[in-house]
């Protein structure tokens, strides 16, 4: 009998002393971790590898977004996503295409692609078939005064804009998000440039 009072003591013991709060450096981590807040931007449609401006088989990307806000809402309370585009002179996306006077312009706008596009999915989140047309590209070039070699690389960067004004795109998130199998989210992707 004695034995099992001991048990019993022992038990009660330990699991008073396993209830409490650690102090340990991850659970203060944990503690300050915004998991409530952020949106991604998956891609249901992959981008292509290549593109051209004049070859009707691939001078328009076609593909399939979804937004999905970090709090889990299914209705994400967002107010546009952004396009942007820069042209690289290669494939690490190092060496930006300057104007034929020698200076960078930079990112460029694309389009925009409002709350309105996008409907809800089977899934609940909001889904919308986008197309972006290669000649606005080499449009954009040209009017700013640069003319794009061949080959040339694009970087076409997503950007969704919440209503609050808060702002999510490639550098807001980590490599669990940007790779990761389940969100596929790298609001950033490098297609090939033919201006032909």
């Known amino acids: 009998m004695k034995n099992i009072l001991k048990i019993f003591v022992l038990g009660a013991a330990l699991s008073f002393t396993a209830c409490s ?47 999905q806000q970090g709090n889990g809402s299914f209705v994400p309370d967002f107010k546009e996503v952004n396009v942007y585009v820069q042209v690289y002179n290669d494939q690490d996306l190092i060496d ?37 047309v290669i000649q606005d590209v080499a449009d954009l070039y040209a009017a700013a005064g640069a003319t794009p070699g061949v080959p040339s690389f694009m970087a076409v960067r997503f950007e969704i804009v919440m209503n609050d004004g808060r702002t999510f795109s490639a550098n807001d998130v980590g490599a669990t998000i940007s790779g990761g199998i389940y969100f596929n989210s790298p609001f950033l992707f490098k297609v090939i440039f033919l201006p032909i």
Do not use: C, H, K, Y
Not at 97 to 109: K, N, P, R, S
């Open 96 to 132: 930006p295409l300057l104007t034929d006077d020698g200076v960078d312009i930079g990112e460029q706008a694309w389009t925009t692609f409002p709350a309105s596009d996008f409907a809800l999915s089977s899934n609940g989140l909001p889904r919308a078939d986008i197309s972006l």
């Open 21 to 67: 709060e650690s102090d340990a450096l991850i659970n203060q981590v944990l503690d300050t971790v915004d998991t409530e807040s952020g949106a991604v931007l998956r891609t249901i449609v992959d981008f292509p590898d290549l593109v051209t401006v004049t070859n009707p088989a691939n001078n328009v990307i076609n593909s399939t977004i979804e937004v």
